[in-house]
């Protein structure tokens, strides 16, 4: 393939590399400056020919779920929004750490310091460094082009997804950027290998959660050998320069290219922290260039000040890093650093605390969402590689034996969104279960988007006329969630309701069978009041 020159915006430069990588869906809320990305796809032949999809989403939390959706169907997606909005994606963002990726999923946040359109001033390198997910930040148009496909590749080869993060000069600046004359092909549809990833209840994230912190230290060594992270040697050790993103550019621009002193440029995150430490070894002080917030500086004044004294803890591994900090695991710390404080009470063996046996939690004898499931699992062995995109609630239960009926969750709300994702991937029949409170919580957004795009995914809200999972509080949506369904603009003839008992199912079958079949979107309200809550109504009358 040959390589041809065009002249692009920061943002019009990735949006055209995501293209060119093979991307399959664009979702996106507008805001100053990341709006060019998703306007630029969309007015793009290649998207036109291929069908991509890239219609704007409710809000960048719904955009961030959809994105997940196709990813989980094995296609290359991307999100886009501006920094503000990934305060709206937090959830689905954060979750999407402990989820994983499948195809290829890059989050683009695009800053904005100085505030020209915004709000506030914040950096989005901490959420993903919270969330423990990879960073690219590209230093100039070239870059951002660039790291479309290496960054899709990077989300593929660690099964993450990764935050490319822009800010308003790069995004709003245009450069000549050299692209590839002809565009990779889509993914093929497939699903995760490891289908427990994508259902975070507590049992399954904790596991996942000791696998991510190995994970962490693979992407470090990715970082200190990525092609956008350099060091340059210089003459003068008098002082070495750490610079980040589109900094690298105004340095140049100040020594016109002949930069006299020692340099690492940082494109890739997690810090190289090789690099930043042979840095500080070998210069007498340290200049630190970054656009936006103290990011690296904190960084390097907290992990590698080598004027402190050793430091122990969970970065040096001697404190654990998952689950609750307990008086065994402090003795353990205690004996790692071998303190002379070691007495023979610190040294004794540590005790048993778990004197029960663990129960799994199981739906409740006499609920709904158990007629819920068994009816669903029966229609769907009818087709191939049917997905339930489930929510959190008690029918997240639903997952475990002997119902198996659900392939994701991830947080509030996203059950609609991801089967929309999916369903945008190709994937029938997507199928999304939620529960009346969730409805009302998150998911009415998501199922806007569906509305407005008829996506043809079925969606149940199994509503049990309470919150359940918490004890049985008062459900906003009780007794309206018809007309709220309706008001969004549902099809009136494809919004139906159910009474989930046992002596309906031959009933819900066969109502579940006609509305999966109906190439559109369509609700299902299935309902029964919760078994517990009934218990208390009816002993308090």
């Known amino acids: 393939m040959g390589k041809i020159k065009r002249l692009l915006l920061g943002d019009e430069a990735f949006a055209q590399g995501a293209l060119d990588a093979g991307l399959s869906g664009a979702y996106a809320y507008p805001g100053t400056p990341s709006t060019?990305?998703?306007?630029?796809?969309?007015?793009?032949?290649l998207a036109q020919d291929r069908k991509i999809h890239s219609h704007w989403s409710s809000n960048e939390k719904t955009?961030?779920?959809?994105?997940?959706?196709?990813?989980?169907?094995?296609?290359?997606?991307?999100?886009?929004?501006?920094?503000?909005?990934?305060?709206?994606?937090?959830?689905?963002?954060?979750?999407?750490?402990?989820?994983?990726?499948?195809?290829?999923?890059?989050?683009?946040?695009?800053?904005?310091?100085?505030?020209?359109?915004?709000?506030?001033?914040?950096?989005?390198?901490?959420?993903?460094?919270?969330?423990?997910?990879?960073?690219l930040e590209p230093s100039d148009q070239q870059e951002a082009y660039d790291m479309a496909e290496y960054g899709f590749n990077l989300s593929e080869k660690f099964k993450i997804p990764v935050l490319l993060r822009l800010v308003t000069r790069l995004s709003h600046s245009r450069s000549v950027v050299e692209v590839e004359d002809a565009p990779k092909p889509e993914n093929t549809l497939h699903y995760p290998e490891i289908r427990e990833q994508w259902v975070l209840m507590p049992a399954m994230s904790r596991k996942r959660n000791v696998r991510l912190i190995e994970d962490y230290k693979k992407f470090q060594r990715d970082s200190e050998s990525s092609p956008f992270n350099l060091y340059s040697e210089g003459k003068d050790k008098s002082l070495g320069i750490i610079v980040s993103g589109i900094a690298w550019n105004y340095l140049n621009e100040v020594f016109q290219g002949k930069i006299p002193y020692p340099v690492v440029k940082v494109s890739q995150y997690p810090l190289p922290v090789n690099m930043v430490k042979h840095l500080i070894d070998s210069c007498e002080a340290?200049?630190?260039?970054?656009?936006?917030?103290?990011?690296?500086?904190?960084?390097?004044?907290?992990?590698?000040?080598?004027?402190?004294?050793?430091?122990?803890?969970?970065?040096?591994?001697?404190?654990?890093?998952?689950?609750?900090?307990?008086?065994?695991?402090?003795?353990?710390?205690?004996?790692?650093?071998?303190?002379?404080?070691?007495?023979?009470?610190?040294n004794k063996p540590e005790g048993n605390s778990e004197v029960l046996l663990p129960r799994p939690p199981a739906l409740c004898q006499g609920c709904g969402h158990r007629d819920v499931y068994n009816a669903l699992n029966e229609v769907l062995k009818e087709y191939d590689s049917p997905k339930v995109f489930g929510d959190i609630g008690c029918y997240t239960l639903g997952y475990l034996s002997p119902f198996n009926a659900i392939d994701t969750c991830v947080d509030m709300g996203a059950s609609i969104t991801m089967a929309k994702g999916a369903a945008d991937a190709g994937q029938?029949?997507?199928?999304?279960?939620?529960?009346?409170?969730?409805?009302?919580?998150?998911?009415?957004?998501?199922?806007?988007?569906?509305?407005?795009e008829n996506s043809p995914i079925t969606v149940i809200i199994s509503d049990n006329l309470t919150t359940g999972m918490t004890g049985g509080q008062d459900s906003q949506g009780t007794g309206k969630l018809e007309e709220i369904c309706l008001g969004l603009g549902a099809a009136p003839e494809h919004v139906r309701t159910i009474d989930s008992h046992p002596k309906n199912i031959a009933d819900m079958e066969q109502l579940f069978k006609e509305e999966i079949d109906y190439p559109g979107l369509s609700v299902i309200i299935s309902r029964r009041e919760c078994i517990q809550t009934a218990r208390r109504h009816s002993s308090k009358k």
Do not use: W
Request: aromatic share 6%.
């Open 63 to 135: 955009a961030m779920e959809e994105a997940m959706g196709m990813s989980f169907c094995g296609k290359r997606a991307i999100v886009s929004m501006k920094h503000v909005g990934l305060n709206v994606a937090a959830d689905p963002f954060v979750n999407s750490a402990m989820t994983g990726a499948n195809g290829g999923l890059i989050v683009v946040a695009a800053d904005d310091p100085s505030m020209h359109s915004s709000q506030n001033e914040q950096d989005s390198r901490f959420y993903a460094d919270f969330a423990m997910i990879p960073i």
């Open 36 to 45: 060019e990305i998703l306007e630029y796809i969309q007015q793009s032949p």
């Open 286 to 346: 340290i200049l630190i260039l970054e656009e936006g917030q103290p990011f690296i500086e904190k960084k390097v004044r907290g992990e590698l000040d080598n004027n402190l004294k050793r430091i122990y803890g969970k970065l040096t591994g001697e404190v654990v890093r998952t689950g609750e900090l307990t008086p065994d695991e402090v003795k353990k710390s205690l004996r790692a650093i071998k303190t002379e404080q070691c007495d023979d009470e610190i």
């Open 428 to 452: 029938h029949p997507s199928v999304a279960i939620i529960g009346d409170s969730t409805f009302t919580h998150s998911g009415m957004t998501g199922l806007l988007d569906a509305i407005n």
